[in-house]
């Protein structure tokens, strides 16, 4: 059977699949993050399965969302190992979930700040008027040059 017809994807079709590069779908290889031994074709070429693509959106997904490298080989650990350590993955992802709130907490912050700031400069730019020039603390309006928006 040659290379091209022997049952699964090549790291080729599994890369493009999941959205990674080849390189570093080795990469996740070597960390030991696949739940499972990737087979080999003939003349040793790598072999995936739709399972192995499957676990790679799960680890991607982690990755994604700030669990680092080691945490997600600790899982991948776990889940090999089977059945009787579903609490230590439960653990291990509400952790993580803990994370992915916290950060979620930050970026809607960080949004509202730049919508807040988006709106100022609509306002600016749809204007027909020219802005009012911006005085310094304690002077008159109109008595000083003309400044810039805040930053």
């Known amino acids: ?7 699964g994807m090549s790291i080729g079709q599994m890369a493009e699949r999941v959205g990674l590069s080849v390189h570093t779908l080795r990469f996740y ?7 499972s031994p990737i087979r080999r074709g003939p003349g040793g070429r790598r072999r995936y399965t739709d399972d192995d693509a499957e676990w790679l959106t799960v680890c991607i997904n982690l ?9 997600i080989r600790q899982y991948t650990d776990l889940v090999r190992r089977g059945d009787g ?25 960080c949004f509202d700040l730049i919508s807040y700031k988006v709106a100022i400069y609509e306002g600016l730019a749809d204007s027909t008027d020219p802005p009012a ?4 603390a304690g002077a008159a309006p109109n ?3 003309a400044r810039r928006p805040r930053q």
């Not at 290889?29 to 739940?35: M, P």
């Not at 020039?133 to 310094?136: E, I, R």
């Open 85 to 109: 350590n579903e609490q230590q993955r439960l653990d291990l992802l509400r952790q993580h979930r803990t994370r992915v709130l916290a950060q979620m907490d930050t970026l809607q912050q």
């Open 29 to 35: 290889e070597r960390e030991g993050i696949l739940a």
């Open 1 to 7: 059977m040659s290379e091209s017809t022997s049952p």
């Open 133 to 136: 020039p911006c005085a310094p």
């Open 143 to 145: 008595g000083g040059a």
């Open 63 to 71: 990755r994604a969302t700030g669990m680092p490298i080691p945490a």
